[in-house]
């Protein structure tokens, strides 16, 4: 039985709970919402969870770590609901070597943007000219061209460079603080899936420089050129993800593809209904595999 848990407002869960409805898959989910909140129980000296009532011993667990409750609610008690319900369970499932998951070798790593893209040069994936800075009066004497930003940590859509002192103007000085800048790639984009052993990948379009500004992106399936893939699948061992979505957009001179960022909690909802439910069949495959 598969553990599903995260937030009821997450509708990547519910495109997978609806495939696994669909397979005759046997699941549980803990659904945190606004009004439900699911009553779980761990007991250590007997290592017995009760959930809703009912003890359970999932034989493996898929979570996402809940963004939609407070974007929804807009309190800091949300944010903090979300994080700790995720922990819980994922603390529950990462102590327990006999329950699948996925990343579970990560659970320790920081998924820090610039060293990723540090490692992903170094196994052989090209990155765009970029710079980690909050002097932004210097980024125009060593960079050249249509540029974007996006801070350090994330949590902000791509803008382009040339608005960010803007930005940054109806704010405070504790405002200028590290950002990436980087040389502006072209699409159609690529995003390339590692779902345990399997690649899956797909052309992304759309008139946003950030596809999420609008949503109105479109989507196909597309190949994941055969280098490349042994590439990003590489770096993902080393981080130690084996779920797991990284961005990739051409070069404007030479057309050659390059690694934006890898995201170890990707959305997948949209791409899986492009794919016939290929995305969400490789997760349950990859949760239902015996030991």
């Known amino acids: 039985m598969i553990l599903v848990a995260g937030g009821e407002l997450d509708f990547n869960l519910g495109a997978l709970l609806r495939r696994m409805r669909r397979r005759r898959v046997k699941f549980l989910s803990a659904l945190l919402g606004a009004a439900h909140i699911p009553r779980l129980t761990i007991d250590l000296a007997k290592d017995r969870m009760r959930l809703d009532g009912r003890l359970v011993r999932p034989a493996a667990c898929f979570m996402r770590h809940d963004v939609f409750l407070t974007q929804s ?88 460079f040339d608005t960010l002192e803007t930005k940054l103007a109806a704010g405070t000085p504790i405002g200028r603080y590290p950002r990436f800048v980087q040389q502006q790639m072209q699409r159609p984009e690529l995003r390339v899936f590692r779902v345990g052993d399997e690649l899956i990948g797909f052309s992304l379009t759309s008139p946003d420089l950030d596809y999420r500004a609008a949503l109105r992106s479109r989507l196909k399936p597309a190949r994941v050129p055969a280098a490349l893939g042994e590439k990003f699948y590489a770096l993902c061992s080393t981080i130690g993800l084996d779920f797991a979505a990284a961005d990739f957009m051409r070069d404007p001179k030479g057309g050659e593809h390059r690694f934006l960022e890898v995201n170890s909690q990707p959305m997948f909802a949209a791409f899986d209904a492009v794919a016939g439910g290929r995305l969400c069949d490789a997760i349950i495959d990859h949760l239902s595999a015996k030991p």
Not at 76 to 92: D, F, P, S, T, V
Not at 101 to 129: E, I, Q
Not at 131 to 149: C, D, H, Q, W
Request: hydrophobic share 45%.
């Open 73 to 160: 609610l807009r309190t800091a008690e949300a944010n903090a609901a979300a994080l700790n319900w995720y922990i819980a369970i994922k603390g529950w499932e990462l102590a327990h070597d006999d329950v699948r998951g996925f990343n579970k070798r990560a659970w320790n790593a920081d998924t820090n943007k610039l060293t990723n893209l540090y490692l992903a040069a170094r196994h052989g994936l090209r990155v765009p000219r970029t710079l980690l800075t909050n002097e932004f009066a210097v980024v125009r004497k060593s960079m050249l061209g249509p540029l974007i930003e996006k801070p350090a940590a994330g949590g902000e859509l791509t803008g382009t």
